[in-house]
Nanobody, 117 residues
Framework: QVQLVESGGGLVQPGGSLRLSCVVS????????GGWYRQAPGKQRELVAT???????NYADSVKGRFTISRDNAKNTLYLQMSNLKPEDTAVYYC???????????WGQGTQVTVSS
């Protein structure tokens, strides 16, 4: 019943910005922890950013200083603000959350981000 719906992906030029959203529905519980992952063609899925239950954030070195992960509990939504995008950021981006009082992890369907001239 719990569903994560991602949006915000698209095609941007190098140096551009995008904001990805991940809306959690079907649960009474708020996001406990959240993360964003990405998978580029021919590569393994990698961790991009995480946000802890208390709001602590961590980032992969490749995106540090350019990406910001955040959470809006009122909207039950996880965000990834991406700035100064580079071609190497091109990938399918997936959100992942753990809900309060629920041990299971949930995944979004993925959204394509393409950075190209």
């Amino acid at each position: 019943q719990v569903q994560l719906v991602e949006s915000g992906g698209g095609l941007v030029q190098p140096g551009g910005s995008l904001r990805l959203s991940c809306v959690v529905s079907g649960s009474r519980f708020n996001i406990y922890t959240g993360g964003w992952y990405r998978q580029a063609p021919g590569k393994q899925r990698e961790l991009v950013a995480t946000i802890g239950s208390g709001g602590t954030t961590n980032y992969a070195d490749s995106v540090k200083g350019r990406f910001t992960i955040s959470r809006d509990n009122a909207k039950n939504t996880l965000y990834l603000q991406m700035s100064n995008l580079k071609p190497e950021d091109t990938a399918v981006y997936y959100c992942n959350v753990r809900l309060a009082s629920i041990g299971n992890d949930y995944w979004g369907q993925g959204t394509q981000v393409t950075v190209s001239s």
